[in-house]
């Protein structure tokens, strides 16, 4: 399964693929934004997209609307790991087409839960 981390912190970056390479996944590709992030869905055959919420350039949610408008990623898993916590928050984020929500800070195990519930078993084969 390839993934495609989309934050503008390098530091969470790290900290999560750290937690899917534990999980057995490996191919991570990276990106700072949600432009840099919809470059890469174009061109990598991403099967999961893990985003923040605020970032320049394009934040998680435009990101989210614009995969959900293309015929080839409008099926496309996309987890939400943020900090934005409330309720209004949580609904924008669904009515965009998010697929999962993660609050930071987060565990491993929750972050294992939230991508078996979008995937299937989150171990590599």
Do not use: C
Not at 8 to 34: P, Q, T, W, Y
Request: glycine residues 8%; negative net charge.
């Amino acid at each position: 399964m390839r993934v495609l981390l989309i934050d503008n912190s390098s530091a969470m970056r790290r900290i999560i693929a750290g937690a899917l390479k534990r999980m057995g996944h490996h191919d991570i590709v990276e990106a700072a934004n949600g432009r840099e992030g919809l470059e890469q869905v174009s061109a990598s055959g991403i099967d999961l997209a893990i985003t923040d919420w605020t970032m320049p350039e394009m934040d998680g949610i435009e990101f989210t609307r614009a995969v959900r408008a293309m015929d080839t990623t409008r099926d496309l898993p996309v987890l939400m790991v943020t900090t934005n916590a409330t309720r209004d928050h949580i609904v924008e984020a669904v009515n965009a087409g998010v697929s999962g929500y993660v609050v930071k800070p987060f565990t491993p195990d929750t972050l294992r839960q939230k991508i078996e519930m979008l995937v299937g078993h989150a171990e590599a084969p």
